[in-house]
């Protein structure tokens, strides 16, 4: 009875932890953390204006899936921009711009899209320390 008391309980952290995964949420330079089922993603939308001018918004999230955000970036962007810049749109209600999502890319872990992390090898280290203990040694002598 204690053993299965044991698996019960595992399979209860183990079934929490499947389930918080933690995501930045992310649009232009306002960010938080998301738990999230799915995937973490993040991305750029350009957007090209009537006369040719570009401008590119960052974005972070989660989704259901890879193909979800992918679909989901297509289509809301446009339809949330036309309805909080109705400027954006002329007397027929086209849109005077078009957006295309460009870097997409997913991932599976805590945090994962945020910013590149920076590497952390061995040379890195040294040279860190090399730059840092080098005036000293040369002030020394």
Known sequence: MRG??????MAL???????SLQCYSCHDNQ????????????????????GGQKTK???????PSCEFASNML???????????HPGLTNEKGQLLYTSEVQGLSCCGSDLCNGVAQVG???WVFAGGLLLSLGPAVLWTL
Do not use: M
């Open 4 to 9: 299965l008391h044991l698996i019960l309980l």
């Open 120 to 122: 952390r090898s061995f």
């Open 31 to 50: 960010c938080g953390v998301l738990p999230c089922i799915g995937v973490c993603f993040k991305s750029h939308v350009v957007f090209t204006l009537a």
């Open 74 to 84: 297509q289509n809301s962007v446009a339809e949330e921009l036309s309805h909080l």
């Open 13 to 19: 952290l183990c079934s929490d932890r499947a389930l």
């Open 57 to 63: 918004s960052y974005i972070s999230s989660c989704a």
